[in-house]
């Protein structure tokens, strides 16, 4: 996982640029009127919040566990996701009413190079971000850190298709500054249906991957002393992955011989990446249960 001491850094780095970039598109749209540029501010403000959500909501799934929360608090990042998504349906649902409104009132906006200006520099800071947090994202193998990456991904390509409205309007349909604003509200309002998806299962208990429970059955076979594993059950509590594996020892074990085994198992399972507890059940080859 991300260095504890590393996330203020990188949290701060993203979060200070997504500011100065959100300022700027508004203050361009006061002046201008362009609808593309007020689209593009809301989708920074959305990397704002993600980014204080986040923060915030990571802090909250750190603290230890309590009498009220005996398996941790790793539900609040999900949680303050699906906060994230609820703002991100307001802000496109907003954004779209005023660029169908200026559409059907006629008013045109006043494209000139601040514009293009704050639109390029928006490209440049997303692509920036993508080559410098992308090697870190993989090196730490951070999930937080990998969504940041797809997400300044996505916004290259929808802030440099809002760079060829601005040329499309420049060129003499002037009315393309709002048209073209209604697809970005789509884009704001997918990222929030696609980030409340993911953390609903999360919240929902899913099970995780084929791949992931066939891994944590290898690495409980592994162990000395077991001839079978007999079951896998693996669920998201949170954000974090509690499962259930029943192994198969030898019927002659002695019931100190199977308690060993099975934390020798406890701590091979855990030891897995995504695995934050494990519980083992110990079975005998003659049916007895330890």
């Known amino acids: 996982m991300v260095d504890e001491a590393q996330r203020p850094r990188w949290v701060g780095f993203v979060l200070t640029l997504n500011v100065l970039l959100v300022a700027a598109h508004f203050v361009v749209f006061a002046v201008t009127g362009s609808r593309l540029v007020l689209a593009q501010g809301a989708d920074s403000v959305m990397d704002i919040t993600s980014t204080l959500v986040l923060a915030l909501s990571a802090r909250v799934g750190r603290e230890p566990r309590d009498e009220n929360h005996p398996f941790g608090h790793g539900r609040a990042e999900p949680i303050g996701a699906l906060v994230a998504a609820v703002l991100a349906g307001v802000l496109s649902l907003e ?64 802030t440099a298709s809002s760079l060829v409205g601005y040329g499309v309007a420049r060129a003499g349909w002037p009315r393309a500054d709002a048209v073209l604003a209604l697809p970005i509200c789509v884009y704001i309002a997918y990222n929030g249906l696609r980030l409340a998806r993911e953390n609903l299962r999360f919240l929902m208990g899913e099970a995780p991957d084929p791949d992931v429970v066939a891994a944590i059955g290898a690495a409980a076979r592994e162990v000395a002393g077991v001839r079978d594993v007999s079951a896998v059950v693996a669920h998201y509590v949170g954000s974090e992955l509690h499962c259930e594996v029943t192994i198969v020892v030898a019927g002659d074990a002695s019931a100190t011989e199977g308690h060993d085994i099975g934390v020798e198992v406890q701590r091979a399972v855990e030891a897995h990446e995504l695995v934050a507890r494990a519980f083992v059940h110990v079975d005998t080859t003659d049916g007895q249960t330890h």
């Open 95 to 158: 954004v779209g009413r005023s660029a169908v409104s200026a559409i059907a009132s006629g008013e045109v906006a006043v494209l000139d190079t601040s514009v293009a200006a704050v639109l390029g520099v928006k490209t440049l800071v997303k692509i920036g971000f993508v080559a410098i947090l992308t090697g870190r994202a993989r090196r730490a193998r951070s999930p937080a850190l990998l969504a940041v990456v797809m997400d300044a991904r996505n916004d290259v390509a929808a």
